[in-house]
């Protein structure tokens, strides 16, 4: 495990668009083709790696094919240590417009549009979670890492149909191995209080 990390981490430094390959590269097991999203249906979403979520919403369209920026719907994540799951009012900001152009679209659509009718928000299932006894402060590793560090902790989700986790955020190990990497400090009281 540790020697994983290591060799994971040397290619981090050496090259930054290596990363982002190989990433992408570990993750094409779930990836429609290369050549844009696929059509795809929430049935499908089954086959996929990450849980479910109550509508099927696809990061290979929004982030990927329409090259929507990350920090568009995560817009604290450089400022507050959690980057925000976007609120309804982002989302209708295009689909009070957008109906979607083939049924499938049009009905995961429609469920968004029926729960902003209802006023009920959509419990999206949490996925990276790090235990309650550390601090993990987003903010600061988009400061130092750059505004789409983003692929080092959470694989190339602009080209996940279904966000799942590629890294086990919630272990010391991986934290450690980082921060020692880059010079970044190891007391224990800097992710624990
Ligand atoms: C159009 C809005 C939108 C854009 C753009 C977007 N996201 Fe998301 N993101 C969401 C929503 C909604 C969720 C919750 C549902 C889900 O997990 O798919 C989410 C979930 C996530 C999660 C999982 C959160 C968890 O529960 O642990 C990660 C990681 C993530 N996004 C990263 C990214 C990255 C990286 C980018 C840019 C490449 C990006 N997002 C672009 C809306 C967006
Ligand atoms: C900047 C405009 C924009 C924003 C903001 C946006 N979308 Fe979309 N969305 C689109 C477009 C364009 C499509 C493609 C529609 C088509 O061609 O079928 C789309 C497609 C979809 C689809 C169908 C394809 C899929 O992803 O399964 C869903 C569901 C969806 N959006 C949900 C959301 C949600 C939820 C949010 C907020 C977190 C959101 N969208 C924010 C523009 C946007
Ligand atoms: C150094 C590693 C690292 C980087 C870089 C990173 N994240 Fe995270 N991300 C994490 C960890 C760890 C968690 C779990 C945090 C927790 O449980 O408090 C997480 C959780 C999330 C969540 C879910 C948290 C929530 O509020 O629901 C989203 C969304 C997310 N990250 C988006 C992003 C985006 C977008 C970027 C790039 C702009 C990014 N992350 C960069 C490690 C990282
Ligand atoms: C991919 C590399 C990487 C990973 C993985 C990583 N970090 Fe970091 N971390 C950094 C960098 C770079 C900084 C920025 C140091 C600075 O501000 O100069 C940082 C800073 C921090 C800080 C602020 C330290 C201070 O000086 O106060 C905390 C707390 C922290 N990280 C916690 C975590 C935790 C918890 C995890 C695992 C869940 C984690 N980090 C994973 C690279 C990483
Ligand atoms: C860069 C961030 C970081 C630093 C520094 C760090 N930890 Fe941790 N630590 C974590 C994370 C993330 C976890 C959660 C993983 C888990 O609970 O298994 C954790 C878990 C733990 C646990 C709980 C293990 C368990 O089985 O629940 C202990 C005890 C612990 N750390 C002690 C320490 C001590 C002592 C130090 C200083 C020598 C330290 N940590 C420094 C991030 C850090």
């Not at 689909?95 to 083939?102: F, I, R, T």
């Amino acid at each position: 495990m540790r020697k994983r990390f290591l060799v994971g981490l040397g290619a981090v430094a050496a090259v930054t668009v290596g990363v982002l390959t190989l990433s992408s590269r570990a993750s094409d097991a779930q990836q429609p083709a290369a050549t844009g999203p696929a059509a795809l249906t929430p049935s499908d979403s089954s086959s996929y790696k990450g849980p479910k979520q109550p509508i099927f919403f696809r990061h290979d369209i929004h982030a990927g094919q329409l090259k929507m920026e990350c920090q568009y719907c995560h817009y604290s994540v450089a400022v507050s240590s959690e980057p925000g799951i976007p609120s309804m009012q982002t989302c209708m900001g295009c689909h009070l417009a957008v109906a979607g152009k083939d049924s499938t679209n049009r009905a995961e659509i429609q469920k968004l549009k029926d729960a902003w009718n209802e006023g009920k928000p959509v419990e999206w299932v949490r996925i990276h979670n790090v235990a309650r006894h550390v601090h993990f402060p987003h903010q600061r590793h988009i400061k130092a890492m750059g505004p789409n560090a983003c692929a080092n902790c959470h694989g190339n989700v602009a080209r996940m149909p279904q966000v799942f986790q590629v890294q086990n955020v919630n272990n010391m190990g991986w934290c450690i191995n980082c921060h020692l990497e880059r010079n970044v400090t190891r007391d224990c009281t800097a992710c624990h209080y």
